[in-house]
C-alpha cells in the first residue's frame, strides 16, 4: 500500500485520527528532506498536547529521524531538544549529532591533508624536473581539487613541458 503524502495536508490543529503517533510520523515522513524546522516543532507540540512526550522510545525514535533526516542548525536542534526533553532521557541524540559533526570535521580534515600532501609532492616534483618560481608554487597551492593535482602529479612521469603540466591544473 502506497500512501503519498505530497497531496496530503493534515490540520495538526484537529487531527481527524486517535493515533497521533501514526500522524505526527507520516507528517515528518512528509517533512523529510525539506528542512522544516517550524514543522518539527510543531509535530513535538502536538506530542507534548496529546501527552505523547511520555513515550520515551517513540519520542527518542522521532529526534533519531529528524536528525538522520532534516539539515537543521546543530544549536538550535540541541535547545529543541532541551525544550522538549521532559523525561531528561532524550539527550543523549545531542551526543549522536554532536558525533556526527565529529565525523563530518575529521572527514573535511583528512581530505584536505590529502590536498596539501599532493600539492607538496606536486611542488617537490616539478621543483626538481623543471624548477619552479613562486607565483608557480603559490597557483598550485591554491588549487584544491584532488583528481586535478592527481592527474597533474602523474603526468610529470610523461609531460616535457612545464606549462601543460600547470594546464592540467585550470
Known sequence: LLFDTNKWHPDISNPETDNIYLLCAMMLMKMSYHNDFEGVRSILQLMREKGL??????????????????EIDKKSFIDLLK??????????????IREEGRKEGIQIGEQRGKIER???????????????TEPEKDF????????????????????DNKEKLLDLLK
Do not use: H, W
Open 83 to 96: 525544550e522538549y526533553d521532559e523525561g531528561g532521557d532524550i539527550m543523549p541524540v545531542a551526543d549522536l
Open 140 to 159: 598550485i597551492k591554491s588549487v584544491i581539487n584532488l583528481d586535478k593535482l592527481d592527474k597533474a602529479t602523474e603526468a610529470i612521469l610523461s609531460e
Open 118 to 132: 599532493t600539492q607538496e609532492l606536486l611542488i617537490k616534483l616539478i621543483s626538481k624536473k623543471y624548477g619552479i
Open 53 to 70: 512526550l511520555a513515550d520515551r522510545q517513540r519520542v527518542i525514535f522521532i529526534f533519531k529521524y529528524i536528525v538522520y533526516t532534516q
